[in-house]
């Protein structure tokens, strides 16, 4: 696709599950940007890689939180013990290199009931 | 703390009449700046940068203004249209990569 495309757009879990989230960057990107949106709230940045490996995840809130980028394209985050507070929209976004424009997806609306 | 601050939850202006958005950040690294743009259901969208070298950058409609010494920075749109109406969100960076976010301002343009 020509954007970025990320899956599922919305996810309902319960308390204490695993969930992956998926995205798909726009083809040729090399970096690739995780972010969280709470409701009322601006993006918050979570963890940024450049090709496979991540350049920065200090935005990862504890260690529940975790993403893979193996082959340098498609990233998961994925969160364990899943908890009400992580109820947000999760965005993805890629640039074709650092420091230069990034496109975000769509989002994943992520429900912890 | 919040490094970036739109105070203006939102803003209602006339079709054809310039929408003026505010931004203010505490952080002086930040040396990269931007507006996204970002309808319901859909991810932000990149709408103009400016580099801290620059006090001014236009692309069309769009024009963005920094003040480094007042680290404030806004966006002005001229003239404003009904397709306009989004949520606005300005951002900053000091790496150009890690991008803090502001909490977004609801801009209306009414017919």
């Known amino acids: 696709g020509a954007g970025v495309s990320q899956t599922p757009s919305n996810k309902v879990t319960e308390k204490g599950k695993y969930v992956e989230l998926r995205c798909d960057p726009i083809?040729?990107?090399?970096?690739l940007y995780w972010y969280r949106q709470s409701l009322g709230q601006g993006p918050e940045f979570l963890i940024y890689?450049?090709?496979?490996?991540?350049?920065?995840d200090s935005g990862l809130p504890n260690d529940r939180f975790f993403a893979v980028r193996p082959e340098g394209s498609v990233s998961t985050l994925k969160i364990q013990r899943t908890e009400r507070g992580d109820s947000a929209v999760y965005l993805c976004?890629?640039?074709?290199?650092?420091?230069?424009?990034?496109?975000f997806g769509q989002g994943t609306r992520l429900t912890v009931v | 703390d919040q490094q970036v601050k739109q105070n203006s939850p939102s803003l209602s202006v006339q079709e054809g009449r310039i929408s003026i958005l505010n931004c203010d950040y505490t952080?002086?690294?930040?040396?990269?700046f931007l507006w996204y743009k970002k309808y319901p259901a859909e991810g932000p969208t990149f709408l103009i940068s400016?580099?801290?070298?620059?006090d001014k950058n236009e692309d069309g409609r769009f024009t963005v203004f920094l003040n480094k010494s007042a680290k404030h920075l806004s966006l002005h749109i001229v003239p404003s249209q009904p397709g306009d109406s989004a949520v606005y969100f300005c951002?900053?960076?000091?790496?150009?990569?890690?991008?803090?976010f502001g909490a977004g301002t609801i801009l209306r343009v009414k017919s």
């Open positions: 951002a900053a960076s000091e790496d150009g990569n890690k991008l803090v």
């Open positions: 890689f450049q090709g496979t490996g991540a350049a920065d």
């Open positions: 400016i580099s801290s070298i620059k």
């Open positions: 952080n002086s690294m930040f040396d990269y």
């Open positions: 976004a890629s640039s074709f290199a650092e420091n230069t424009e990034a496109f």
């Open positions: 083809s040729g990107h090399t970096a």
